[in-house]
Each structure stands twice: as C-alpha cells, then as structure tokens.
Antibody
Framework: QVQLQESGPGLVKPSETLSLTCTVS??????????WSWIRQPPGKGLEWIGY???????NYNPSLKSRVTISVDTSKNQFSLTLSSVTAADTAVYHC?????????????WGQGTLVTVSS | DIQMTQSPSSLSASVGDRVTITCRAS??????LNWYQQKPGKAPNLLIY???SLESGVPSRFSGSGSGTDFTLAISSLQPEDSATYFC?????????FGQGTNLEIK
C-alpha cells in the first residue's frame, strides 16, 4: 500500500519561500504509471489544486499560483517537493500531497495526511 | 475555471438513513467527477471516480450518479463511521476544482 508523508516548516514569514517535501513509501516516484500532486486547504475553506509532476519532470500548475510555484521530483530520495515563493497570509493552509494514475491525472487515489503551514511574522 | 457547487453545506441524519449530496458544475464536465470523504485531521479518501465508479475497498453503500452538470453522492444505510466532510471534484480540465464540502453529522 502506497503511503505519502508531507514534511517541512510549519511557520513561514511573509514574503519568504515555502518549501515542502512529500516522501513516498510503497511505491516509486520514478514509475511512469503515476502523477504526483499537491493540493492545499486553507483553514475552514475548501480544497485548492496546486499542480502535478510526472517522473520525467513534466508539470502542470494552477494558473492562479503558476508564477510562484515550482514542483520538482527527486527520484534518488523517492520524494517530490513544492516551493511557493513570496508567500502571504493567504497561503496559510494544510498542504497535502497525492498520487494519481497515468492518464487520469485528476483522480487522486492516495493522499498524505497533510501538513499545516502558517504564514506569519 | 470550472466552479463546483455542493448542497447542502451540512446535514444531520440518523444511522440507517439514506442521504444524498448534490454537486453542480458551472459547465458540462461529462462524467469527470470524483467524490472524496475527509475526517478531521485525516487525509481525504477517494470514494467514487468517473461519477459512478466505486473505488476499491469502499463500502457498497456509497454510490454516485450523474453526468453533464449535475451529480449525486448517495449513502444508503448510514453508519456512524460515515460522519465526515464530503467533497466533489472535477477532473474535466485543469485547474482541477473542488466543491466547498458537505459536513455530514450522524445524530
């Protein structure tokens, strides 16, 4: 059974860069069968899709965040990562990583539990 | 972006009841509609994909229907463990978007 676990700082200052990592166990980020996604959920609000990456490095980002987002993959560590630059309080959220299958990039079969990131000085 | 609107935003029902949650898309999305269950502090769990396909391991009391713009998640014979928030999501095109959620309380 694949498991995903998010990690990273829980507190980020405004205007700085948020960096999170998703460690995958029970599966390989190098597999051509899957896409690896990030989704966030501000406190008390709905879910927002951030983007996804394929093992080859191909990405697709939400246009609302595209200018600030980078998703990358590290096959040697079986991880993929999210960076979000120039953060503001509006970026405070629980950030989830998730896995989708090739050809069905929007069906998120497996999710991490999520990690809360607070943007505050 | 495609807007997803769920109703109701919350509901309360008793064990054994049948409940339905609806989701409406701002444009036709064929059957590119998924349903997730989320319990507090836990990862969302995929219940239904492609509008009506039951994810492996999900109890058969969960079912989905609909196409185009209107979709329904039904839970027959409600169980105590079904207390959760339910989200719909379109994967017709990116950016993928979610409904605002329906909070289901078991009386």
């Amino acid at each position: 059974q694949v498991q995903l676990q998010e990690s990273g700082p829980g507190l980020v200052k405004p205007s700085e860069t948020l960096s999170l990592t998703c460690t995958v166990s029970g599966g390989s980020v190098s597999s051509g069968s899957y896409y690896w996604s990030w989704i966030r959920q501000p406190p008390g609000k709905g879910l927002e899709w951030i983007g996804y990456i394929y093992y080859s490095g191909s990405t697709n980002y939400n246009p609302s965040l595209k200018s600030r987002v980078t998703i990358s993959v590290d096959t040697s560590k079986n991880q993929f990562s999210l960076t979000l630059s120039s953060v503001t309080a509006a970026d405070t959220a629980v950030y989830h990583c998730a896995r989708a299958s090739y050809g069905h990039t929007g069906i998120l079969h497996y999710w991490g539990q999520g990690t809360l990131v607070t943007v505050s000085s | 972006d495609i807007q997803m609107t769920q109703s109701p935003s919350s509901l309360s029902a008793s064990v054994g009841d049948r409940v339905t949650i609806t989701c409406r898309a701002s444009q036709s999305i064929s059957t590119y509609l998924n349903w997730y269950q989320q319990k507090p502090g836990k990862a969302p769990n995929l219940l239904i994909y492609a509008a009506s396909s039951l994810e492996s391991g999900v109890p058969s009391r969960f079912s989905g229907s609909g196409s185009g713009t209107d979709f329904t998640l039904a839970i027959s014979s409600l169980q105590p463990e079904d207390s959760a928030t339910y989200f719909c999501q379109q994967n017709y095109n990116t950016p993928y978007t979610f409904g605002q959620g329906t909070n289901l309380e078991i009386k």
